[in-house]
């Protein structure tokens, strides 16, 4: 399977589309990546993207559909999915109201935390009581 890289919204582009009055459509906007994967070993496991940069969950998402859009997408942008991307075992898409497609992890879509800034972060393990990272 080739990886492509699942790539978060650059700050220059969101402060631009805040300036443009935008930043909904900012939030949404962000190019598609690679199936996620699993690094680590024993309890120490977590779902990364291509980069190693950390997945989270959100507890307020229902099975398989999000509820993080708008301003949390800033703050949370959602893990998308490259055209033609097929799901397999645990990892399965979904459609977001925007029709972008998003992975999800046994029905949870999948985020990372714009504040995460290396491979290997977890700062929003924990945030507000709703977000954790994707473990097995």
């Not at 703050?75 to 999800?104: F, I, S, V, Y």
């Not at 935390?113 to 473990?135: I, L, Q, R, T």
Request: charged share 20%; proline share 6%.
């Amino acid at each position: 399977m080739g990886l492509m890289t699942i790539k978060r919204l650059p700050p220059v582009v969101a402060a631009v589309a805040a300036l443009a009055g935008a930043m909904p459509a900012a939030a949404e906007m962000a190019m598609g990546g690679a199936m996620p994967m699993m690094q680590g070993e024993g309890m120490h496991k977590m779902l990364t993207d291509a980069e190693g940069m950390t997945l989270y969950t959100f507890d307020k998402d229902a099975q398989g559909m999000s509820a993080c859009y708008d301003d949390c997408a800033m703050n949370w942008p959602p893990a998308l999915a490259a055209e033609g991307a097929m799901a397999e075992g645990d990892l399965a898409l979904t459609e977001r109201r925007d029709g972008a497609k998003q992975w999800t992890f046994r029905g949870m879509p999948l985020y990372t935390w714009a504040k995460d800034k290396m491979a290997g972060d977890m700062s929003g393990d924990g945030m507000n009581g709703v977000w954790h990272v994707a473990k097995p």
